[in-house]
């Protein structure tokens, strides 16, 4: 086996009734999923080429790209995906790089960028920030059909901590203050079980992105850290996708290096946001693009989704409201301990 997966783990189930509805526990490698027989996949066709009338209000296509990978990584993921929505409709493209989640939700509050691709607490962030001025429109669909991933918290194989009880008085990485996986929903289910997390763990920061959080726990500056993962496949591999194997895959991590301790239930996959204001005929032309990208441009939605998903279907805020509550949940818990 490739990584050690300690037993005896606390996971807690998530809906949209309840933040943490449920308290089930099991251990980690029991909760692997395995991969269903994909879905069909439809073939939608690319919008026709050329410009629209929605340009004269929207110039340029300015694309926010979130942080939890360094620059170079994210450019070359995403530049052969601006260059053919530039070619399509004919306006420039601009990508706006945030080396942290907030700098999108701050881009999409100050009106600086139309489109972006986030997480369902940065989503959640950016619709309270801009006043519901953001809308999701489409959500990534995984090979087996789902449209979830899952929390998982991680320490070294050779720090002796084998359970989330083994954390207390230890120093806990969290990925960013606006992640879902790394942040948001492991303290909600500390929460549920009766952990106060800024109490429980000796010292707490932030890492500044998911891979940024397992590099600093493989380097000794946090006895643990969370990030996301599919939940789907072999734990000792990084499951089937997430920033586990993305890392193992780039030759920055041995997942032989790593212990798992806990992990959450399904989280909804973070959704394609457009600012509301924009013109409907843009946002019908940007939902038209992403449907027909992984039949038409398989390349460009492997490299922009990391290889792992069949494409998108439809979501709506209302998918995401939990975020909202959970954002407003931890601005409280802010104000009580100021």
């Known amino acids: ?135 999701p429109f489409l959500v990534t669909q995984e090979a087996d059909g789902s449209t979830s991933y899952v929390a998982v918290m991680f320490t070294r194989a050779d720090s002796g901590i084998t359970s989330l009880e083994q954390m207390r008085g230890k120093s806990m990485g969290w990925a960013d203050p606006n992640s879902a996986s790394g942040y948001l929903i492991p303290r909600a289910a500390l929460r549920q079980q009766g952990i106060n997390p800024d109490q429980y763990f000796g010292r707490s920061g932030f890492a500044g992105g998911h891979e940024q959080a397992i590099v600093a726990v493989l380097g000794r500056q946090y006895d643990a850290g969370v990030t996301w993962a599919s939940g789907i496949g072999d734990p000792a591999e990084g499951f089937s996708r997430g920033m586990l194997r993305a890392t193992a895959e780039k030759g920055l991590l041995n997942m032989r290096d790593l212990r798992l301790i806990w992990q959450s239930g399904p989280i909804q996959n973070g959704p394609l946001v457009v600012r509301k204001d924009t013109p409907a005929e843009f946002k019908a032309d940007m939902t038209a693009f992403h449907l027909a990208l992984p039949t038409s441009h398989p390349d460009i939605h492997r490299a922009v989704e990391r290889g792992t998903t069949i494409g998108w279907v439809p979501t709506k805020h209302e998918d995401y409201e939990l975020f909202v509550q959970m954002r407003r949940e931890e601005a409280q818990q802010r104000r009580q301990r100021n």
């Not at 050690?4 to 189930?13: F, K, L, P, Q, R």
């Not at 309840?18 to 999923?33: E, G």
Request: charged share 15%.
């Open 1 to 135: 086996m490739a990584a050690t997966v300690a037993a005896g783990v606390s996971v807690m189930s998530i809906s949209r009734r309840s933040v943490l509805a449920a308290a089930a526990l099991a251990p980690v490698a029991a909760q692997a999923q395995q991969a269903a027989t994909p879905p069909a996949r439809e073939a939608h066709p690319m919008p026709a080429k050329g410009r629209r009338a929605w340009a004269a209000q929207v110039p340029q296509i300015r694309i926010g790209i979130l942080g939890g990978e360094n620059e170079s990584d994210r450019m070359g993921r995403y530049g052969a995906y601006g260059r053919l929505m530039e070619e399509t409709f004919e306006v420039p493209v601009r990508l706006f790089q945030a080396s942290d989640y907030s700098g999108v939700v701050q881009a999409f509050a100050g009106r600086h960028i139309e489109l972006a691709s986030m997480s369902p607490a940065a989503y959640a962030a950016a619709w309270v920030e801009s006043n519901g001025n953001v809308e």
